[in-house]
DNA sequence: CTTGATTTAGACTAAATAGTCAACTATCGG
DNA sequence: CCGATAGTTGACTATTTAGTCTAAATCAAG
């Protein structure tokens, strides 16, 4: 599974086959079939383990209840560009959201992987949803629907890493953090927001 | 061309084959290699011609310096919930922006089409990002950087189809419009927002 | 019509790919 | 140590796929 998600993630579910995948992890084809039927449902195996083992315990960390909401959106968004950073610097690419790149790229033909990859979507999103809304009843955002500006937030970041995976450049996620504490409308002016920064390392 | 374009557009660039497109566009092999290369060389004649024949006429008319810049805009994002649904009407499927799919799904691989997916991507967004400029400039818009207002509003845009393409849902771009506007940091309130919007058919 | 150039057809090869299978090995509880 | 269960292996088949090649067909111009 490790090895799927690297190559599938470094190239794409398409380009990437199973004798790849098997060479990737050192194992044999009849050992790939022992576990798993197809591609595809590897694929679903490696998304569920994605999100369970890593993503999820991220989230549960950067969108702790013990931290204000306005503070975990921006832990969130910081961290985008970070780990993007990191990536690119590691594997020499950048290569944005796995989940919204297999997403799109297999979006069109309700495979099983679909479901999955929108179940992940939809369970990154409520985090975000929670904190926008908490953020904007305590007054840290201007009044509004919380829905819609989840939707506007989520949707300018999944966009950006798309560009930024599309150009292979990173740096197209530098001010990702100040847009998006922008879109979130943001009530404090950005003077105090810049010195309210050093304590988003805690 | 034609052929290619439609089926990368409707399942992907990895899932189409030379086959597949020849058996589309009723076409032997023969024929195919007598004027392509390669699959590769065919996504980009496809990409080119698609930019030159489709997406340019239109970007013209679109953004004719004889309309308002804040008007322009205002077409531009009307129209894309309009044609992804008509496209979904027409072919069951909610399919996105075709060049960002295919961006992202070889934007790891330093080809060909990344150079061309990158190519029309930036060309599209100058329409945007000169509109901006002259909205800003003209007071339509809240003063701000139009550089960043542009990647802001595009990669919202992009987001939004992008998930809407996950999804398999047009609806999902049904405030897109609204919600671009919000983005745009357009002066006037939404009423007078409203009322004008029947000019917008011109 | 004739000729030469362009285009098409379809059979062909070689490589890649998915998937199968029976034999083999390791592990673990008793 | 035994037997059983779990896991591994590599060779195997069938299919798909990219790409080639030659002969046939079409076309355009004189």
Redesign the interface.
């Known amino acids: 599974m490790d090895a799927a998600l690297e190559l599938v993630w ?6 990437v086959t199973i004798d790849d995948i098997c060479k990737k992890a050192d194992v044999k084809k009849g050992s790939f079939y022992y576990f798993f039927d197809s591609k595809e449902q590897l694929a679903v195996s490696a998304l569920d383990r994605l999100w369970n083992d890593d993503w999820k315990p991220k989230m549960d960390e950067i969108f702790s209840a013990s931290v204000e909401p306005l503070e975990r959106l921006r832990t969130y968004l910081a961290g985008i560009y970070r780990r993007a950073s990191e990536t690119k610097a590691r594997v020499g ?4 959201c796995p989940v ?2 297999v ?8 495979c099983n992987i ?1 479901t999955k ?2 179940e992940i ?1 939809n369970r990154k999103r409520r985090y975000v949803e929670s904190a926008v809304r908490e953020a904007i009843a305590d007054g840290s955002l201007e009044p509004g629907d919380p829905v ?1 500006r989840t ?2 937030l ?7 890493m ?2 930024a ?4 450049d990173p740096e ?1 996620l530098k ?1 990702l953090h100040e ?1 998006g504490l ?2 979130l409308r943001v009530k404090s002016p950005p003077e105090v927001t810049l010195a309210a920064v050093p304590a988003s390392n805690s």
């Open positions: 470094s190239q794409s579910y398409g380009a690419r950048m290569l944005g919204a790149s997403g799109s790229e297999v979006g069109t033909q309700e679909c990859t929108r979507i819609k939707v506007v989520t949707s300018f970041i999944e966009g950006m798309l560009q995976r599309t150009m292979n197209i001010d847009m922008e879109i």
